[in-house]
Structures are given as structure tokens and as C-alpha cells.
């Protein structure tokens, strides 16, 4: 079955850097657009990145233009978010997500933590 796995999440300064992964299994993990989301407390979840099938394709969230960069590795089934100038307002848990056969799936989600 699909199963999503993120990991590099953390507590972080202001202006600091984390770079998260989402290991995928369960399916042609070439074929399928990846997304990463977020959700704060007391917030909706909310799209940050996405990145298309070959990696040519790429979209961001205006608040994180010019310091989130998307990524993958098909050899390695990975997706990565890596995140520079994190904010306060980025403190959320990240999800890794895909849709396969109109079913979305997610990760358990990692905890990110912009704080002095």
C-alpha cells in the first residue's frame, strides 16, 4: 500500500534553515506529482510546494517564493522540501502527500518550530 514517511523536522531560529524528506512506497513513485503542505495550530492545511512527476515542473505558495525549494530523487523514491529564511509564521507540521487512483494520501507529518 502507499505509505508516506517525512522526517527532518526540528526547532530552528529565525532565519535558519531545515531541510525535510518524504520517503514514498507502494507505487510507481515516478509517475505521480508530489506536494508538500503544512498545518499551524488553529489553521486550515494549506499547499506549500509542489513538484510534477519528472521534477521539471514546480509551483510554490507565494509566502515561501525565493526560500522553499522543491526537489526529488525517482531513483530513490524521495521528495524534499528544503526551507532557508524559515519565519515564525512556518512553524507548522509538514505532510508529504500524493493522489493515486483519486485517493490522497499523507504522512504522519513532521514538526517544524521557528522560534528564538
Known amino acids: 500500500q502507499v505509505q508516506l514517511v517525512e522526517s527532518g523536522g526540528g526547532l530552528v531560529q529565525p532565519g535558519g534553515s531545515l531541510r525535510l524528506a518524504c520517503l514514498a512506497s507502494?507505487?510507481?513513485?515516478?509517475?505521480?506529482?508530489m506536494y508538500w503542505f503544512r498545518q499551524a495550530p488553529g489553521k486550515e492545511r494549506e499547499l506549500v510546494a509542489q513538484i510534477g512527476n519528472t521534477g521539471r515542473f514546480t509551483a510554490y505558495v507565494d509566502s515561501v517564493k525565493g526560500r522553499f525549494t522543491i526537489s526529488r530523487d525517482n531513483a530513490k523514491n524521495m521528495v524534499y522540501l528544503q526551507m532557508y529564511g524559515l519565519k515564525p509564521e512556518d512553524t507548522a507540521v509538514y505532510y508529504c502527500?500524493?493522489?493515486?487512483?483519486?485517493?490522497?494520501?499523507w504522512g504522519q507529518g513532521t514538526q517544524v518550530t521557528v522560534s528564538s
Open positions: 502527500n500524493t493522489i493515486y487512483y483519486d485517493t490522497k494520501y
Open positions: 507502494g507505487f510507481n513513485f515516478d509517475m505521480y506529482p
